[in-house]
């Protein structure tokens, strides 16, 4: 299984907000398709992303180490984003 952007979002969502259910609310989604895209990305890598309790969650390790990884995948594809925002704007003043 390949991980999506979109289950790193998510991934994002929950250990900014601690929750499951908080993450859920924050992306207009219900929650039950976050716990399955987490339980779907735990069963893919095969580690533990989160250390579950009655309070909340917390990452693990891996989560905090899969976490980072997400930032930076967010963060590069804002770039390029702007990379290609500023090529356009140079091609546009050539017109």
Do not use: W
Not at 15 to 29: F, N, P, Q, V, W
């Amino acid at each position: 299984r390949r991980i999506k952007l979109r289950d790193l979002h998510i991934l994002l969502a929950v250990a900014r907000t601690g929750s499951m259910g908080k993450a859920a609310g924050e992306l207009a989604i219900t929650q039950p398709v976050i716990s399955k895209t987490i339980a779907d990305l735990e069963q893919a890598i095969g580690l533990p992303l989160f250390d579950r309790s009655p309070y909340g969650v917390e990452p693990t390790s891996y989560g905090r180490a899969m976490i980072t990884c997400g930032l930076s995948v967010f963060d590069d594809l804002r770039r390029g984003v702007q990379e290609l925002e500023f090529l356009l704007r140079q091609k546009l003043q050539t017109i």
